[in-house]
């Protein structure tokens, strides 16, 4: 469980992700060719939580002394991150979206013209590789706590 160049990037950029990653997904996929339906309008008020749940795994890792003092994630949580983050990216690129006159297009839909169930099943893996993902970066996130702490010489 050590620290790497690339820790640096997601230590800090895990803080904006969580900000930028539910924005997109809910709103942002509008502009590269979603048409967006009720879940734009259940966006609203469930952003607001999925914010607050992506970071956890930040303020967990500045429980760790290391990765505090170095201001860069270990190893293992930066790829579980970048998971995370792309399982994201994915998931608004491909679900599904309703409105008050059926189906609409999500963006792999409109752009290479896929079916809507191909959709709604890249979706669920995606659903599934974010939920992985997040439990994953939690328990790295609460693994690199203990570490730091058997590290840490006592006085």
């Not at 950029?13 to 997109?24: E, G, K, R, S, T």
């Not at 939920?131 to 570490?147: E, F, K, P, R, S």
Request: glycine share 10%; aromatic share 10%; no cysteine.
């Amino acid at each position: 469980m050590h620290i790497e160049g690339t820790g640096r990037v997601v230590f800090y950029a895990q803080w904006a992700l969580a900000l930028l990653l539910p924005l997109f997904f809910f709103l942002g996929r509008g502009s590269v060719g979603a048409e967006l339906g009720w879940m734009a309008i259940v966006g609203i008020v469930y952003g607001a939580i999925v914010v607050a749940l992506l970071l956890v795994p930040p303020i967990l890792t500045l429980f760790d002394a290391e990765v505090r003092r170095a201001r860069a994630t270990r190893v293992r949580y930066d790829i579980a991150s970048a998971v995370l983050w792309l399982g994201f990216v994915l998931g608004g690129l491909t679900v599904p979206d309703s409105g008050d006159s059926g189906h609409l297009d999500s963006v792999l839909m409109s752009w290479w013209n896929i079916t809507y169930e191909t959709s709604q099943a890249l979706f669920v893996i995606s659903a599934v590789l974010i939920g992985l993902a997040y439990v994953t970066t939690i328990v790295l996130a609460i693994m690199g706590i203990v570490h730091g702490r058997r590290a840490v010489p006592r006085a």
